[in-house]
């Protein structure tokens, strides 16, 4: 069993920067494929980023070249670093990992993000 924690979350302005954070149990994280997800209200939750265990990242089209996600094997965390926010990124933001020996999917408890001025 995996446990994920979230955090960084918050208000921001538009135009604005957060980095969040996920911090992940256990000694496999390196092999876990990680992903941020994220659900507005009133929406389905939808995949954002991921990053594999060799690096290889894939991005929502809406957020490409805004956000970056980038993984700490040594310290376990997976980091989605959000630049040049908008209103509608404002959502709950969850932390994923899918372990591949087995296909495990672990989720985090979300940490909330809103973009107002």
């Known amino acids: 069993q995996v446990q994920l924690g979230e955090s960084g979350g918050g208000l921001v302005q538009p135009g604005g920067s957060l980095r969040l954070s996920c911090a992940a149990s256990?000694?496999?994280?390196?092999?876990?494929?990680m992903g941020w997800y994220r659900q507005a209200p009133g929406k389905q939750r939808e995949l954002v980023a991921t990053?594999?265990?060799?690096?290889?990242?894939n991005y929502i089209d809406s957020v490409q070249g805004r956000f970056t996600i980038f993984r700490d094997n040594a310290k376990n965390t997976v980091y989605l670093q959000m630049n040049s926010l908008k209103p509608e990124d404002t959502a709950d933001y969850y932390c994923n990992a899918e372990d591949p020996r087995d296909y495990g999917n672990y989720w985090g408890q979300g940490t909330q993000v809103t973009v107002s001025s």
């Open positions: 256990g000694s496999r994280f390196s092999i876990y494929t």
């Open positions: 990053i594999t265990s060799a690096g290889t990242t």
